[in-house]
């Protein structure tokens, strides 16, 4: 069993290839080598038993992906993409990578004939726009932004090369990961894990909406135990739509620093700063939180149980030593 | 007020051309020039006081498109596409012309920064799989044909393409154009015109599915009028996904012959031979006929009063003649 992570070098995808290293098996057999690909050298894993490869890997050069996806590759996990501000921005580049890069892979696996494994990373920026709450399975995909429109492209793409048997394709759309380790990045969702993870270390952080908005969040540790379990669900069972909204849980700023506070006690929350952006906020505004996840809950996905819990695994898993 | 209309040479783009010609305005202008681009020559149509040049376009290739569509160009009609079960046919033909042909579209008007109306032609292929009827505005698009998902992700490029200003889109499902005049081509829908078409011009023709056979059809000069009338919706009324159900209405096979002999006596259904053809059956049997266009009704397109109208439109403006 040979694994690549495109997107190895990312928080989720370094995360996933520890945990799978860590594991040993998938699929119900034990893992060879698991290959970690990215733009930028990938962070080292420990490695257990499992061979690790670290390798550069740009999605917009087919050759590129030719030389690490290849005849031995059994299960390929496509996380590889840049986020939504930047695709925002940067209109080209965006669509080179997240839609252009998508289908680079797809088309790979096709050309290959070996029918692989893919599980394919999408959003809740998917959802948007004049649709009615709640957002279930059945809900129109009204992207507002051009990461969101990426994504919803490259879901069609992945339904149809499976339903072609090109790829035995799965994809979850993401929830916000918070707390999300690491440093800011340019997604606009930044501040969902800097005002937990930057007061837990000491460090101010600015939140720039109020404490009420609402958002749908999923902890790093229950994201990768699902995406594991997504490359394990029997094809039968993904029924004619192989993509699915990964569970997450609805809080509010305030009930998320009440968690920190519960958990840390009172001193982290005294280093957030409210400072509105309108900028983000007329990104974040857009997005939607009342998601029911029903499909992925019946085939064994799983939120986090509280806020509380969120806030101990990144204690546990993530905190900075030294 | 130039007027480019892509895939002119096809049913529904030359009458297009033809109806514009005779009308000689479009969006409270008068039409200046209308050129029928095609990948093969476009049949003439009868230009009145409008140029009308004719002109050869392969979407799969950026010069092409660059060559017709050009910074004078207000109004561009994409309607190129190959046909569901062509597209079946050929992955890779499917996807460069329908997929990458619509960005290649998409692509030229954001360089030139002129923010042309695009009206694309999406399908109700992009309705299936497991979603509940009634097919509404809101509802899930989960194609189970290549042609259906090209289409979608068609829809997706179109509204992020325009929600960034890079053109004026709009997008209108069409339902199946039935009676359409002409011969038989590759599309699985090809015999729900077939039916009526053959006997009334005195010919046999084959019916693959059983009479209570219910689709959801449009006669050609609705989806005509329908297509002027997508090009001058007010921008505002569009809300946050400029693509909609044109509306139809849905017949059995059944009611379709029994307008037929309505309208012309019973000699025409006496040409009808009836096969099962269990290849044609298993595509158009995944096809949804539950559709609701509301909002498309609001903005004031509309669907046939009966197939007898339908019957007797095909007789005025399209019975072969002599």
Redesign the interface.
């Known amino acids: 069993m040979n694994v690549l992570i495109i997107g190895g070098g990312g928080v989720v995808g370094n995360r996933l290839g520890a945990s799978l290293a860590e594991r040993g098996t998938l699929r119900g057999a034990e893992i060879d080598r698991i290959t970690l690909a990215d733009v930028s050298d990938p962070p080292r894993i420990d490695a257990k038993s499992v061979t690790v490869d670290y390798t550069h890997c740009d999605i917009t050069d087919q050759a590129s992906i030719a030389a690490c996806l290849t005849e031995d590759t059994d299960v390929v996990y496509l996380l590889a993409a840049i986020v939504s501000a930047h695709a925002e921005e940067d209109?080209a580049t965006g669509?080179a990578i997240n839609l252009f890069g998508t289908w680079n892979v797809l088309e790979r696996c096709?050309t290959l004939g070996t029918q692989p494994v893919v599980v394919f990373t999408s959003s809740i920026a998917v959802y948007?726009?004049?649709?009615?709450d709640p957002i279930t399975?059945?809900?129109?995909?009204?992207?507002?932004t051009?990461y969101g429109?990426q994504k919803?492209?490259g879901e069609?793409?992945l339904?149809?090369f499976s339903?072609?048997g090109y790829v035995d394709g799965r994809g979850v759309r993401l929830p916000t990961v918070s707390v999300r380790p690491g440093k800011p990045n340019r997604a606009a969702s930044s501040f969902m894990s800097s005002i937990i993870r930057e007061p837990l270390g000491g460090q101010q952080a600015v939140c720039p909406v109020g404490a009420d908005f609402l958002h749908y969040y999923l902890s790093l540790r229950k994201c990768v135990q699902n995406l594991v379990k997504v490359a394990e669900i029997d094809r039968a069972d993904l029924?004619?739509?192989h993509v699915m909204q990964m569970p997450g849980r609805t809080w509010s700023i305030r009930q998320m620093i009440d968690a920190m506070t519960a958990v840390a006690g009172p001193e982290p929350a005294k280093l957030i700063r409210w400072e509105d952006d309108p900028q983000i906020q007329s990104i974040v505004n857009g997005w939607r939180f009342d998601i029911h996840a029903d499909k992925a809950l019946a085939l064994g996905l799983e939120a986090d149980e509280s806020f509380e819990d969120n806030v101990r695994y990144y204690l546990e898993d993530d905190r900075p030593t030294g």
Chains 1, 2 share one sequence.
Do not use: H
Request: charged letters at 25%; aromatic letters at 10%; hydrophobic letters at 30%.
């Open positions: 209109f669509y096709r948007g726009g004049e649709v009615d399975g059945q809900t129109f995909l009204n992207p507002q051009s429109a919803a492209a069609v793409l339904n149809d339903r072609k029924g004619r739509n």
